[in-house]
């Protein structure tokens, strides 16, 4: 006997994991699938697959009326402004009952557990320790309102990802670029956990929770179940960009602490934009490096530091001293220092990743090696 089919309404389906999910799930005969977008922009990557798309804003209840009826599912992958996010899931929830829909699977995020999470987050049920009005928190109210949601009788999955990896994963991107420049560190010789989700995985994870039983409406971790370390991914980093990993600075926790307490004021953000290594190739090749209304403004900025021209160079050059030797961002994300456990997701869900941090970078450095033809013989020329 065939089972009857579900119908899975996907919200924000032309995001990183939207595409991702469609692109899963729209070959399984048990699953129809509408995918609803907020605006076009990426929705090219998802009309190949022949669906009709919905346009819906999840802050409109009356467009979300016309998205979710006659679906059975809703997995909510939207994104929005963060204090609008309390109010966009209440929204999808009280649509959901309206429209009797049978599960809501939800994403969180780490970063509902702070900065300096506890070490009692190793799993679900450590302290919510997010700033008041950070991304993490406004993430951690959604949580609260699904989970009360579940408890009064709408079937809900709260999947709770750190950061998503793949092809497109940005925080390869971001280690990529901040080796290349020069600015990375590894914080005590990198042997801090790095809480990594391949796409794919995550994936898995979301048509797992479509099928399960029983649900609580309770945060469940979904990582690739690695010991995989941030010395591991600057490693992997470091090999595909041809740099030897010994250049690659360690610093004390506790110099890195002093550091990232530091408030960025617009000075320090302008200095970080101007010590880049591509705006200063970008500034070499335009008339801003040769204007001297411009070069004097820089100049200026000598008096804040970070910034300086050069005495022996020519009027039309201009030299950079770096402001902040680190990526201030990614030194605080290693400071997390808590590997999250995905023992819950493997009891709830029967999820057990099949890539590992390790694969799913080498998924990204394909994808880069052939968008940009990395390393080849014409990547000095490419890169200019």
């Known amino acids: 006997m065939n089972k009857a089919k579900i119908k899975v309404c996907i919200l924000g389906a ?46 409109n209840i009356e467009s979300l009326r016309k998205a979710i009826k006659g679906c059975t599912h809703v997995v909510n992958l939207s994104l929005g402004a963060f204090n609008e996010l309390p109010t966009g899931i209440t929204n999808i929830i009280k649509v959901c009952n309206e429209c009797g829909v049978n599960r809501l699977i939800h994403l969180s995020s780490i970063t509902v557990y702070g900065d300096s999470p506890s070490k009692e987050s190793e799993f679900e049920t450590g302290p919510v320790l997010a700033k008041k009005g950070t991304y993490g928190w406004f993430k951690a109210q959604q949580d609260l309102i699904v989970e009360e ?28 670029d901040s080796i290349t420049e020069g600015t990375f560190a590894l914080i005590e010789d990198g042997h801090y956990p790095c809480n990594l989700v391949d796409i794919n995985n995550l994936c898995n994870a979301i048509e797992l929770s479509l099928f399960i039983s029983e649900t609580d409406g309770k945060r469940i971790f979904i990582t690739n179940g690695d010991e995989y370390t941030w ?19 360690s610093i004390p926790a506790n110099k890195c602490v002093k550091i990232t307490a530091k408030k960025i004021s617009l000075p320090q953000y302008i200095k970080w934009v101007l010590q880049s290594s591509n705006t200063k190739e970008y500034i070499k090749g335009t008339f801003i490096g040769r204007n001297k209304t411009i070069k004097g403004a820089i100049k200026k900025l000598v008096k804040i530091g970070g910034i300086s021209t050069s005495p022996n160079s020519s009027q039309s050059e201009i030299s950079f001293k770096n402001p902040l030797p680190i990526n201030y961002n990614l030194c605080h994300q290693q400071l997390r220092g808590v590997r999250h456990k995905i023992t819950r997701a493997e009891k709830v869900l029967v999820y057990y990743p099949k890539i590992n941090s390790a694969q799913s970078f080498k998924t990204f450095e394909k994808y880069y090696q052939t968008l940009f033809d990395y ?8 890169k200019k």
């Open 14 to 59: 032309s995001g990183f994991v939207g595409r991702a999910l469609v692109e899963r799930l729209i070959d399984r005969d048990d699953i129809d699938i509408r995918a609803v977008i907020r605006s076009p922009g990426n929705a090219w990557s998802i009309l190949r697959f022949g669906l009709d798309l919905v346009q819906a804003d999840v802050l």
């Open 149 to 176: 949601a579940n408890n009064k009788g709408l079937s809900s999955v709260v999947l709770c990802p750190p950061h998503i990896t793949g092809a497109y994963g940005r925080i390869f991107h971001q280690v990529l």
């Open 231 to 249: 010395k591991d991914f600057a490693l992997q980093v470091a090999e595909m960009a041809g740099i030897d990993p010994l250049t690659i600075p």
């Open 375 to 382: 390393n080849s013989e014409y990547w000095d020329l490419i």
